[in-house]
């Protein structure tokens, strides 16, 4: 149901905006699925996000949970609300390419759930599904570690890592795909201050990294730049 037509231009605007990692990871992700646009070639991408917020900022977004049905309660051996030859099923069945939005949110369950289900559901129209991870369909998992991890009541840190997904047996299937230049940052910025905000920006992912202040029981003083 989409404007084929309009999402084509779209994608060649794009495509021209892109920076030389942007247009890095774009290629990689495109020969995983063999197309060089899906949307506009009738191809379905779904599009979800793990909060609400962040869904909504996205061209069709739905909540991880609202999309694949996913139990609230959830733990190791859990699996989707999915019932194979479901409409939803036949939808994950046709579907080209599922980009999840803010996954490091997310407790590692929650992509399990979903890899076992779709090996389930994917088996009956191809057998080979089952020993695929996510059952052969690509999925592009987006998001920062530096920022929110999965939130567990009372947990430690060591329960908090143990919870986020490369802590998953999927992870050793993950194509690692890093975005190093802060667009934010350099978007409508002038020639004579891109060293301010190039020093900037490497100084944030030094606060990210925990590679600023000398840490005591667990506290760190960081100056702040002028």
């Not at 996205?58 to 699996?79: K, M, Y």
């Amino acid at each position: 149901m989409y404007d084929r037509f309009a999402l084509e231009e779209e994608h060649k605007r794009l495509i021209n905006s892109l920076t030389d990692e942007q247009k890095a990871v774009y290629d990689k992700i495109v020969s995983a699925v063999t197309a060089a646009s899906i949307r506009s070639k009738a191809g379905i991408v779904l599009n979800v996000a793990s909060s609400g917020i962040a869904s909504l900022l996205l061209p069709g977004g739905r909540t991880a949970h609202s999309r694949f049905r996913i139990p609230i309660q959830i733990n190791e051996d859990s699996t989707c609300n999915i019932r194979p030859k479901s409409t939803i099923a036949e939808l994950l069945s046709k579907t080209k390419l599922i980009i999840w939005d803010e996954a490091p949110m997310v407790h590692r369950f929650c992509f399990e759930a979903l890899d076992r289900t779709l090996r389930d559901v994917l088996r009956i129209s191809h057998t080979s599904c089952v020993d695929m991870p996510f059952g052969g369909k690509v999925v592009v998992l987006g998001g920062d570690f530096r920022q929110i991890l999965p939130v567990i009541p009372h947990g430690s840190t060591q329960d908090i890592v143990h919870a986020t997904i490369n802590s998953s047996h999927l992870w050793s299937h993950c194509h690692l795909l890093t975005l190093t230049k802060n667009m934010r940052l350099n978007s409508g910025s002038s020639a004579h201050n891109l060293e301010e905000i190039k020093e900037f920006s490497e100084w944030l992912v030094k606060v990210g990294d925990d590679n600023l202040g000398d840490d005591v029981d667990g506290e760190s003083i960081i100056t702040i730049p002028d």
